[in-house]
């Protein structure tokens, strides 16, 4: 036999979920040749020493954003190197394709606003040379990229292209809705793996408007989703706002007959059953015949924000009026005090899904922009601060960012962070491990080590599920929901995306700030720990150091789904 590279006794978790294995893995001509407990001699390239490793198949990251990153930096870094061999790029329908020329400045705003991507960096960034979404797929597949890519066509790209700056404030007409579809159907055809929205309150745009998808009527969403489902193919996947029941999408998974994915299932302590609820509504549907999954996260969702941009309550209502402002008329707006009685009597007021739930001991000062005066501060909550000083805690945030110029970096801790909870949420048979919004929020938090955290804490130190099982929930599991063919497990036939790993370290390291974006722009990346190599079809990306010099841009466009 001859063979590119084998490696020699890896323990072999193999995606399907079985038991790990002591065994050789050959490959060649970028596929998987053969796997077995012993494969001889073999006329091999290289051959890899894997005795004290685990071999899995690559990672599939099923939400992230790298819509705009992906036109600058093929590489789509930090994810390689963290094990991600396939990215699914578009979520929640905030894409950059189709875009008008005419409409650029307004996507870039909106992806500032929504998805806390530098103005400056997507300015400077974005090499905007196509208009429509298969222009756009083209331009992707002619430059590479290193990992697989497979690409949604998005809602509110979608309704900005056929109606223009009133996608932001108004419901479309039957004419409108139509031409709508035709886009649709013809990014299918072209290769899109389905069609994203959102309906979520958080999911705001330029000036405070909201995302062009909020505004669309069930009619259009169902016009939408039966568009994409007419060849057959397709998942649709959305950010649920509270307002979107969950009979109204059982019924367009029914009329579908595809796939609904719905996001972003986050545990929420002020209202601990939300999410289980939905996750039961989504279990009673399936038992009904219906294709729906809930998408959970394996991380704490915790965000790094200064009040120039503070993402964590910009979903409230109550802060609508400062979200169109900055300086001077900002700083004036968060001093009122009608507005912040505003935000107090909406904090107070319980619900289902919100980001930030008034639990002010899980908000943080991180860094000062004035250490002599405000030094002792950090590291400290604002429920200290508060109690210490005899002010009301909304009172004292805002009173600090604002004496600082809106310079205090806080973090705040919001939701997922009871383990119980979100350990029976990646248990749930209809949960996806999903939710990195990878290429996103990069100011905010990175996520993009989500696999790694799911297989060095949750498999291995906390034991919440098997190391097999974590496996197969972050390979086979979205390429079958996905529609994948051939990746996602180690089987002969199958492409060569591999990560070796050390499982009694594996893990993502802590999140630091690099200024590395077009512009010099700053954003948060994490490393892998335990990551011995990656490899996309065949080729490696990453070593045991990260993403290796003059990264082989070999990951595949997909555009063929079961
Ligand atoms: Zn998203």
């Known amino acids: 036999m001859i063979a590119d590279l084998v490696f020699r006794g890896a323990l072999v978790v193999d995606g399907s979920g079985r038991e790990p294995h002591r065994g050789d893995v050959a490959i060649d001509g970028g596929r998987i040749v053969a796997v077995a407990p012993s494969l001889g001699r073999i006329d091999a390239g290289r051959t890899v020493d894997a005795a004290s490793l685990a071999l899995m198949p690559g990672i599939i990251d099923s939400h992230t954003h790298f819509d705009a990153q992906i036109t600058w930096d093929p590489t789509l870094a930090p994810s390689p190197a963290l094990g991600v061999t396939t990215a699914v790029i578009g979520n929640c329908g905030f894409t950059i394709a189709p875009c008008r020329a005419a409409d650029r400045e307004r996507t870039m705003q909106n992806l500032t606003q929504v998805e806390g991507m530098s103005l400056a960096a997507l300015r400077a960034g974005i090499d905007w040379r196509f208009e429509t979404f298969p222009e756009y797929l083209a331009q992707l597949r002619a430059r590479g990229a290193a990992v697989n890519v497979a690409a949604y066509v998005g809602h509110s790209s979608v309704r900005t292209w056929v109606m223009g700056a009133e996608a932001a404030t108004r419901a479309a007409t039957d004419v409108e809705i139509g031409r709508m579809q035709d886009v649709v159907r013809d990014a299918m055809a072209h290769g899109a793996v389905g069609f994203a929205t959102s309906t979520s309150p958080a999911h705001n745009g330029e000036g405070g408007l909201p995302m062009p998808s909020r505004l669309a009527s069930d009619a259009e969403l169902a016009a939408l989703v039966d568009a994409m489902a007419e060849g057959g193919r397709g998942v649709f996947m959305l950010t649920k706002g509270g307002q979107t029941s969950m009979a109204f999408l059982e019924s367009l998974a029914a009329a579908s007959a595809r796939p609904v994915m ?32 809930g998408q959970v996260s394996c991380c704490p969702l915790t965000m790094d924000f200064t009040l120039a941009s503070p993402y964590p309550v910009e979903g409230l209502k109550s802060w609508q009026p400062a979200l169109s402002l900055s300086g001077e008329r900002l700083k004036r707006k968060l001093a009122d005090k009608p507005f912040r009685d505003g935000v107090r009597a909406e904090l107070a007021t319980p619900t289902t899904f919100r980001l930030f739930n008034n639990e002010w001991d899980k908000v943080q000062v991180v860094e000062v922009a004035q250490p002599e005066k405000h030094a002792a501060l950090e590291q400290k909550s604002i429920a200290e601060i508060a109690a210490v000083q005899g002010s009301d805690p909304l009172d004292t945030m805002l009173d600090l960012a604002i004496a600082e110029d809106l310079k205090t970096v806080f973090t705040a801790q919001l939701l997922n962070s009871d383990e119980d909870a979100v350990g029976r949420m990646l248990n749930h048979p209809q949960s996806i491990v999903s939710l990195s919004d990878a290429g996103a929020h990069l100011t905010f938090f990175n996520d993009a080590g989500f696999g790694l955290h799911l297989l060095g804490h949750w498999a291995r130190d906390r034991g919440t599920m098997s190391m097999s099982e974590a496996v197969r929930r972050l390979t086979s599991h979205p390429t079958e929901v996905l529609g994948i063919a051939d990746r996602g497990m180690l089987r002969e036939g199958f492409a060569a995306d591999l990560l070796l790993f050390d499982p009694a370290t594996v893990g993502r390291g802590p999140k630091r700030r690099v200024c590395d974006l077009p512009g010099g722009a700053a954003r948060l990346t994490t490393d892998a720990i335990g990551a011995h190599g990656v490899w996309v079809n065949g080729r490696q990306v990453a070593d045991a150091t990260g993403l290796i010099a003059n990264v082989p841009l070999v990951g595949n466009l997909l555009t063929q789904f079961n």
């Open 262 to 293: 719905v996001a972003a299932l986050l545990h929420n302590s002020v209202a601990p059953r939300a999410v289980f609820d939905d996750l039961d509504a989504i279990a009673a549907a399936n038992a009904r015949g219906r294709r729906m999954l």
